[in-house]
Every structure is written in C-alpha cells, then in structure tokens.
C-alpha cells in the first residue's frame, strides 16, 4: 500500500469499528493492521472477530446494535480504554432486505432502520465529545443505494439515503472543528449482504461486485485526501451520477425495473 496510506493509519492510537467480525469491517481492521501493528481495535458487534494475525490487538465489545440501549452500552463498555490520542471511528454495521414492504416481516424492518440510522447517529454523538478534545475521524459506510429510491429494497435505501445526507451534513458542520468526516458509498460487494438479507447464496457476480478489501483501499485513500464523500467503483460513480440527476420519478421506475429483471426473489428462502 502507499506511503501516504501509512501515514493516515500513524495518524490515529485507537480504531472503533461496529461489524468488525466479516465483510467490509473486517478488511477495515485487516488493512489499517497492516499499515500500523500499533494501532489497537475496538470492535462492537454480537460476533467477536476472529484473525490470524501476529501482534492484532483488538479488543471486542458484546453488543446488539440493534437494541435500545446497544450503542450506549458499547460506548460505555470502551470509553474507559480507550488509549490517549486521535480516533478513528468507522460506522460500518447495517443489513437489508429484499422484497415488498414489509417482507420478511415489519419486526426485520424496524431493526434495519435501528442498525443503519439510530445506532450509527448514536454513536456518532457519543464519541464526538471525545473526537472533538482528541482530533480523529469519522467514516460512516453508506452506499450507492442512497442515490435514487429503491424498490423492493425500500427500506434499506432510505437508511443509506440518510446516512449519505446526514454524513455530507455533519461533515460541514465539523469543518475547522479537527474531526474529519468522510461518507463512503459501496456499490453491490462480495460480503453476506445478500445472505441476511433472505437468500440462500451471494446472488452476484464478481464481474460486477467489488470485494471489501477494494472498497476499503478506496475509502482510505479518500479519507487520506481529505475528501467528503467516496463513491466505490467507476461503474458505480456513473450509476450514483445519473442516480443523482434524472427526476425522481424516472430513477424510481428505472431501479424497479433492474430490480425485478434481476430476479432475486427466485433465490429467496421459502
């Protein structure tokens, strides 16, 4: 990896990520490991991770996000180890559903919208007494989905619009403050997405998904640029551009459209 990636990774003493136990959490502690062994990792998510890496220090934290009191507990559970120096918090747990509104039950969508929007803005306000007196960074993991309104994914695709509105949003409120906010919009990735989300297998092809080490090199390199916002993928910036652009109506009817040719819910559990 780049110098430049190094000497972002030396910026911070503390890393907290939520979901570091698979997918895009995990490659976030793999590779920020790799380009500082001396960073120390807190994890908050129900699974504790598991690495084969020498000299890893990672701390895990229990906690369901989804729950009322979840991200305070987590907070709780680490603020008293948290080692002095600049943190970097990165906001990476959320999960989707595929189908009609409310499949697979309202109960299923209720706890998205707790995982994707009330834990991340939780946590976000608890740490930033503490990034504000430290310096440090925020990255909130949203996706291109928070783009264009998303039939059959209705509910998911609102909380990404959200933690992209919200994310842009706090970034300039912050700005001159020394905490860095930068929102990162993935495109469809090789994780277990689409496994909790009600399939049997990962229904895409890795012509067209990134894989999580490829959208988290992008995402630090942008947070080492000091940019605002990083959109995965060349194909996935020009979906977010025209996603952007035509009227809302048309991107709606044009993403129902994808979304039924795909034919997702022929893999679905019955």
């Not at 120390?40 to 220090?57: K, Y």
């Not at 229990?62 to 907070?75: S, T, V």
């Not at 990162?184 to 092809?205: E, H, I, N």
């Not at 916002?229 to 109506?249: D, E, M």
Request: charge should be positive; hydrophobic fraction near 40%.
């Amino acid at each position: 990896m780049g110098h430049y990636l190094e000497k972002l990774a030396r910026e911070f003493a503390t890393v907290v990520v939520t979901g570091g136990s698979s997918g895009i959490g995990k490659a976030f502690i793999e590779q920020l490991h790799s380009l500082n062994g001396s960073l120390v990792f807190c994890n908050l998510s129900r699974t504790e991770p598991q690495f084969d890496r020498a000299g890893l220090i990672l701390r895990h934290y229990p906690c369901d996000l989804g729950e009322r009191d979840g991200p305070q507990a987590g907070f709780r559970a680490l603020a008293d180890d948290l080692q002095p120096g600049r943190i970097l918090l990165v906001n990476n747990s959320g999960f989707g559903a595929y189908g009609p509104f409310p499949e697979p039950n309202l109960e299923h969508q209720l706890a998205m919208i707790d995982v994707n929007v009330r834990a991340l803005t939780a946590l976000t306000g608890l740490f930033l007494p503490l990034l504000r007196e430290r310096g440090g960074a925020v990255v909130h993991v949203a996706s291109t989905g928070g783009f264009q309104p998303t039939p059959y994914m209705a509910t998911y695709g609102a909380t990404k619009a959200f933690v992209l509105h919200w994310g842009l949003a706090l970034e300039r409120e912050l700005a001159g403050s020394g905490v860095q906010v930068l929102t990162s919009c993935p495109g469809p990735t090789a994780t277990d997405f689409f496994l909790r989300a009600g399939f049997k297998q990962r229904v895409l092809s890795p012509a067209l998904a990134q894989t999580p080490e490829q959208v988290v090199r992008e995402t630090l390199s942008a947070l080492a640029r000091g940019r605002r916002l990083r959109v995965c993928g060349w194909k996935n910036r020009i979906l977010a551009a025209v996603g952007s652009t035509l009227p809302k109506t048309w991107v709606t009817a044009l993403s129902a459209a994808v979304l039924r040719r795909v034919r997702l819910a022929q893999l679905k559990q019955k």
